[in-house]
């Protein structure tokens, strides 16, 4: 019985116990900063000329202007960096969407056909894979891309 007593007793003081945990913890701010950097000069193809690019302050919006293309076939490439230099890896949560270029002509019809029916956009990896919904750049990582603007051969 005294066995009993003295376990009992010992396993009583054991579960009362407190547990005491003292320190210190600290915690890195997370920085977000993706955006755009190395755009080189647009590489045209066929009869087509290279237009002018331009970022925003921010390095976060790509603008694409005055690329002219003459002939079915003509092919203008924009070639640029995208680059994670946050401290977190940032993952795509939806393909990218590229806005619909606008086109200009003396004959504004045909201009708005040719947009519309006959000019393909495509935003790529520069090895030709697609960018997809899922993809990561980890922090630090920068990866290349491709915008090709190109009509279509008759």
Do not use: R
Not at 28 to 47: D, M
Not at 53 to 79: C, H, M, Q, R, S
Not at 144 to 152: H, P, R, W
């Amino acid at each position: 019985m005294v066995i009993c007593v003295i376990t009992l007793t010992v396993a009583y003081a054991i579960l009362i116990q407190n547990l005491d945990i003292n320190g210190v913890a600290s915690v890195k701010k997370s920085e977000w900063n993706i955006h755009f950097t190395n755009v080189l000069s647009p590489q045209a193809s066929g009869h087509a000329t290279g237009g002018n690019t331009t970022l925003n302050e921010k390095k976060t919006v790509l603008t694409i202007t005055d690329g002219t293309f003459l002939a079915p076939g003509d092919k203008i490439v924009y070639t640029f960096d995208i680059v994670n230099k946050g401290n977190i890896p940032a993952i795509l949560s939806a393909a990218p969407v590229i806005s619909t270029p606008t086109c200009t002509s003396t004959d504004t019809v045909s201009a708005t056909n040719i947009c519309a029916n006959d000019l393909v956009y495509t935003l790529t990896y520069v090895d030709g894979s697609q960018i997809n919904n899922g993809d990561t750049l980890a922090a630090g990582e920068t990866k290349k891309a491709k915008l090709t603007l190109s009509l279509k051969n008759e």
